[in-house]
Nanobody, 119 residues
Framework: QVQIVESGGGLVQPGGSLRLSCAAS????????MGWYRQPPGKQRELVAR???????NYADSVKGRFTISRDNAKNAAYLQMNSLKPEDTAVYYC?????????????WGQGTQVTVSS
C-alpha cells in the first residue's frame, strides 16, 4: 500500500552534519504527518521530529536547535537536516508516515537507516 524509502544515513564525525530523506509512494489518499524516529542500540524507539501537512513541527528536546525537519507535500517527502551531531545521536533512524490509504488510516514505517557519529 505504502512504500517508504529512506536515504542519507552514514558515518560522520562529532560536530558534522547529515541530511536524511524519506519518500512515500503507493495508493495514498493523503498524508497527515511525516516524522523521524530513532532507536539507539539497546534502547527503545523515540521521536526525533515530526511535521504535519500544515507545517506544524515538534522536536525531541535533545535535538532542538540542531535538527530541522522539512517537507515537500507535492513529492510526499520529508527531510531531516542534522547539524552538530553528537555520539549520542547514533541510532537507526526510521521514517514514519501517518497516512490515509484505501484500507487503513494509520502509521507506516520505513526500513530504517543507520546514523553513526564517531571519531
Amino acid at each position: 500500500q505504502v512504500q517508504i524509502v529512506e536515504s542519507g544515513g552514514g558515518l560522520v564525525q562529532p560536530g558534522g552534519s547529515l541530511r536524511l530523506s524519506c519518500a512515500a509512494s503507493g495508493s495514498i489518499f493523503s498524508i497527515y504527518a511525516m516524522g523521524w524516529y530513532r532507536q539507539p542500540p539497546g534502547k527503545q524507539r523515540e521521536l526525533v521530529a515530526r511535521i504535519t501537512s500544515g507545517d506544524e513541527t515538534n522536536y525531541a528536546d535533545s535535538v532542538k536547535g540542531r535538527f530541522t525537519i522539512s517537507r515537500d507535500n507535492a513529492k510526499n517527502a520529508a527531510y531531516l537536516q542534522m547539524n552538530s551531531l553528537k555520539p549520542e545521536d547514533t541510532a537507526v533512524y526510521y521514517c514514519n508516515v501517518y497516512a490515509i490509504v484505501p484500507t487503513k488510516v494509520g502509521d507506516f514505517w520505513g526500513q530504517g537507516t543507520q546514523v553513526t557519529v564517531s571519531s
